[in-house]
C-alpha cells in the first residue's frame, strides 16, 4: 500500500506560477512511477505530468515547456512546478503512484486531490 499526501495548489492570476507537492509513505520501494493527472468539471481525468524511477519525464502536450516535474527520493517527494499557467490549467490536481503487482498488472494509488485554480 502507497499512501500520497499532496499540498501547493491555490488561486493564482494568469500567468503566475504555482508548485505542487506529493510526499509518498508506505511501500514506497515498490513505486515505479509518480505522476500528476488533473480534472477539471465536466471532463475526464487526464494524465499532465509523470516521472519514472530513471527519472524520465514524461508531459502532456498542453504543458510541455510551462510544467515541470521533478522527484527528490530523499523526501520520497514528488513536485510539479507549473509556470505561465492558464485558465484552462485550472482543475483537480491528483497525484499519482504506480507500483507493478505483477508483469501484466499495474496498481495505481491516488492522493486526495488539490484544486488548482486560474483567473484570467
Known amino acids: 500500500q502507497v499512501q500520497l499526501v499532496e499540498s501547493g495548489g491555490g488561486l493564482v492570476q494568469a500567468g503566475g506560477s504555482l508548485r505542487l507537492s506529493c510526499t509518498a509513505s508506505?511501500?514506497?520501494?515498490?513505486?515505479?512511477?509518480l505522476g500528476w493527472y488533473r480534472q477539471a468539471p465536466g471532463k475526464q481525468r487526464e494524465l499532465v505530468a509523470r516521472?519514472?524511477?530513471?527519472?524520465?519525464?514524461y508531459y502532456a502536450d498542453s504543458v510541455k515547456g510551462r510544467f515541470t516535474i521533478s522527484r527528490d527520493n530523499a523526501k520520497n517527494t514528488v513536485y510539479l512546478q507549473m509556470n505561465s499557467l492558464k485558465p484552462e490549467d485550472t482543475a483537480i490536481y491528483y497525484c499519482?503512484?504506480?507500483?507493478?503487482?505483477?508483469?501484466?498488472?499495474?496498481?495505481?494509488?491516488w492522493g486526495q486531490g488539490t484544486q488548482v485554480t486560474v483567473s484570467s
Open positions: 499519482n503512484a504506480r507500483t507493478p503487482r505483477s508483469p501484466d498488472t499495474i496498481d495505481d494509488y
Open positions: 508506505g511501500s514506497i520501494f515498490s513505486i515505479k512511477a
Open positions: 516521472i519514472t524511477t530513471g527519472f524520465m519525464p
